[in-house]
């Protein structure tokens, strides 16, 4: 063993390897990288409670959920750079009422600190979120999520009408945990949602984990409503599969629908490295500009980014 520069630690192996290969995944596609709607950063005591929770493999986690990436932010921000990740996202949600604005405060010093994050806000059923939304939007917001199973509200809920009217106004796209995995909840399930669109036809959500479990019935919404999209969060990576398989039957439907399918990975909590979660997409055995479209075009069109610099 040669003696290290303290400057340049060595990285394991194992790292080294999945860099690479995350990178030979894009270049062999021909993008210029990847676009992962669906990364979680977050301020470090509710992150902790959060790993803390699948630690424990609390009730809406279910199983044991080993967290690949346990790493300080600077070293997560870090890595997603090394795969050649141009965007992510900081999926921040509350579970109670009077966190959302502070979330909201937190996402905005993020973005502002790491310029390839799309600014993310949140929200939570209660009175003044429609004015927090719209403030968020006005100093930048580009995307919102909304964690239905672990919020333990109804989308439904009144208080949230004129924070989906802004919304569907302002044309910024809400990442949404509404299916009932991997643990139902009480408002969790496509029923709600149909609802809500309903109501709101051309409120752009994006359904997290393909809708994992009810695959079939938010495809149906999608189908429905042109400004539905989907992310991938999970689904189709060998974890989600022993549990919830995405039915073979509906994979033509997934092609179809190809321009509105979008690469989310859940980094870091993954009980799987990220590379598989790309390499999960390949199962499906569809072509090439599906992929393309689905790890980076889709999302690169949706949140008008700039054509890469040449290399
Ligand atoms: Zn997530």
Redesign the pocket.
């Known amino acids: 063993m040669c003696a290290t520069d303290s400057a340049s630690p060595v990285r394991p192996d194992a790292d080294m390897a999945e860099i690479a290969g995350v990178t030979r995944f894009w270049r062999e596609l021909g993008l210029p990288g990847i676009v992962d709607v669906?990364?979680?950063f977050m301020p470090r005591n509710v992150m902790d409670k959060v790993w803390a929770y699948f630690d424990a493999a609390g009730p809406l986690v279910g199983r044991p959920w080993p967290i690949t990436y346990r790493d300080d932010e600077d070293t997560r921000v870090a890595r997603l750079r090394e795969f050649g990740v141009r965007r992510f996202t900081s999926?921040i949600?509350p579970h109670k009422p009077g966190m959302a604005e502070w979330l909201n405060a937190w996402g905005a010093d993020f973005a502002a600190r790491t310029p390839d994050c799309l600014h993310t806000g949140t929200f939570y059923p209660e009175r003044g979120a429609a004015d927090y939304v719209g403030a968020a939007i006005e100093s930048g917001a580009r995307v919102f999520?909304s964690?239905i199973q672990v919020g333990d509200y109804s989308p439904l809920d009144p208080l949230l009408d004129d924070v989906w009217g802004r919304l569907e106004d302002a044309r910024v796209p809400i990442?949404i945990?509404c299916g009932s995995g991997p643990a139902p909840g009480t408002y969790t399930g496509p029923e709600p949602i149909a609802q809500l669109l309903a109501r709101f036809p051309a409120l752009p959500l994006v359904v997290?984990?393909m809708g994992m479990p009810e695959y079939g019935a938010f495809l149906d919404l999608a189908e429905r409503y042109p400004d539905v999209r989907l992310d991938t969060?999970?689904a189709f990576t060998d974890f989600a599969e022993a549990d919830v398989p995405f039915p073979r039957t509906d994979v033509p439907r997934l092609a179809a629908l190809g321009d509105r399918i979008l690469f989310?990975s859940?980094f870091p909590?993954i009980p799987y490295r990220y590379l598989h979660a790309l390499e999960a997409l390949t199962t499906l055995g569809l072509d090439e500009s599906w992929l393309r479209g689905v790890v980076h075009d889709n999302a690169a069109a949706l949140f008008d980014l700039p054509a890469p610099q040449p290399a």
């Open positions: 669906h990364t979680h999926m949600y999520k964690h990442v945990h997290a984990h969060t999970m989310g859940d909590n």
